[in-house]
């Protein structure tokens, strides 16, 4: 399946790219589907179904929210985050929603957002049913679909891997493997990111590329700024205050003082992390990283290398975009990014291993350091769980990206310290990865049925 960087790399809002970027999509998709086939004039009520992880941390993900948005045509990478709750507040009192934002049928939630506790679909975890009925209650169609992690939406024709590997376009650097990306390098004499981004341009012009790419980074950064911004509680009955506000004004109050410590760029490191997922948790705009719960990670190393490398440019961002971009489609090729499928090492633990990589990809690395990198990063996230309290993107997520960063961080450092051998190939930390989130019980995948989410009180 050819991915692009910016399958890995979305705009949407928060607090989650499986639970609410993929369901507004999939709201999308089904919405795109009805017109097609000639329907929409006919549609009475509309009613979608939600299993396994979604409809056991739906609420707590803001599900509810995603289905609402995307049925009244609203998208995730568009949406103005301050025009979601008036939104919302028009639809619940009213009972009755403006479908694709034009025709106006009633909705009740109670009845027509089911969130169907212990069920699954059986193939994935995260599956929504759409249905279609006309005036007088006749079912005309019905479709499933399967939100894969960071915003990727699969219908039930498409999760197959036959099928996905169907929709593959042709690039000139095709891999499939870490051993295959680092064979392409070889053969071509290119460097990770210029074989990522050569395969880019032959499904987009240069200029497109590189916009994108920037934006991508004017996303990051304004999540970053807006996180250290905000004060106050966060969502969701934690009753967790912000954090990152108070962090960045103790940093740049005392300046002397943080100066003494040698550690203080760690300091700075976590603010970033922590801005952005308290952004994410606040349903504020992020880049899926890959998803929206390791939405912190990345663009904490990011800004690292932008804000204390010397020498640092936009070339170099673009470089560690693409060269993380590669990681992460090796992870979702051969493994996943979904923590309902995983546990948290297929989204903090991906997020890790991609900016260990990108950043070994600015700071000079070869090919083989820049692998090396990467299996650090994940080797020593090997079997963390999502296990959120209250079926929040809270805690223990936002410290966990902090973790993830400066993770990353000592991988590329480990790594550029070695020549790129190593004992343990990047391919076989992923095969162990995807073997371990198989292994795990499913009460430790995003349901919030154990770990922290059952040993801390919510309240």
Not at 53 to 64: E, R
Not at 86 to 96: A, D, E, F, M, S
Not at 218 to 233: D, N
Request: hydrophobic fraction near 40%.
């Amino acid at each position: 399946m050819s991915l692009s960087i910016f399958d890995l790399f979305k705009v949407g809002i928060g607090p989650s790219s499986s639970h609410t970027v993929g369901p507004m999509w999939a709201a999308q998709r089904f919405l795109a589907l009805v017109v097609s086939k000639g329907l929409f004039e006919r549609v009475g009520r509309v009613r979608v179904s939600l299993y396994g992880s979604l409809a056991m941390t739906g609420k707590g993900h803001a599900t509810d929210t995603a289905i609402l948005l995307g049925l009244s045509g609203e998208r995730p990478d568009r949406i103005d985050p301050d025009d979601v709750a008036p939104l919302l507040t028009g639809i619940r009192q009213q009972k009755t929603l403006l479908l694709a934002g034009k025709r106006k049928i009633p909705f009740d939630e109670t009845s027509d957002l089911c969130f169907l506790f212990g069920e699954s679909l059986p193939q994935h975890p995260n599956g929504m049913l759409f249905e279609l009925f006309d005036t007088a209650g006749i079912r005309l169609f019905s479709r499933q679909y399967f939100s894969v992690g960071g915003g990727f939406v699969l219908c039930e024709d498409q999760i197959s891997e036959a099928s996905s590997k169907a929709d593959s376009q042709p690039i000139p650097y095709p891999f499939e493997t870490g051993l295959e990306l680092l064979d392409r390098c070889n053969e071509s004499g290119l460097s990770i990111a210029e074989v990522v981004l050569a395969n880019e341009r032959a499904m987009r012009t240069n200029d497109e590329v590189e916009n994108n790419l920037r934006q991508i980074w004017q996303v990051m950064e304004a999540s970053i700024e807006r996180g250290c911004r905000e004060q106050g509680e966060l969502p969701g009955g934690l009753g967790l205050q912000r954090r990152a506000y108070l962090l960045r004004k103790e940093l740049t109050d005392k300046p002397e003082a943080t100066m003494c410590d040698p550690l203080n760029v760690m300091d700075w490191i976590n603010l970033y992390a922590m801005a952005v997922n308290e952004e994410n948790a606040a349903g504020g705009r992020v880049v899926t990283a890959p998803t929206n719960g390791a939405a912190g990670v990345i663009p904490a190393v990011l800004s690292y290398y932008n804000r204390f490398v010397p020498g640092a440019n936009e070339q170099g961002i673009f470089t560690f975009l693409a060269a993380s971009a590669a990681i992460g489609m090796l992870y979702k090729k051969n493994a996943s990014i979904s923590a309902a499928e995983v546990g948290c090492q297929g989204e903090v633990g991906v997020a890790c291993s991609m900016a260990a990589a990108g950043l070994a990809a600015v700071m000079g690395g070869s090919n083989e350091q820049i692998e090396n990198a990467a299996e650090i990063g994940m080797e020593h996230n090997l079997g963390l769980t999502c296990d959120p309290i209250g079926g929040l993107v809270q805690v223990p997520c936002i410290e966990r990206n902090t973790m993830g960063a400066v993770k990353a961080i000592n991988a590329a450092r480990l790594a550029l310290r070695g020549d790129g051998s190593h004992q343990v190939p990047l391919d076989s930390v992923i095969e162990t990865m995807r073997q371990t989130g198989a292994d795990m019980q499913a009460k430790y995948k995003e349901t919030s049925e154990a770990g922290l989410a059952v040993n801390v009180v919510a309240c």
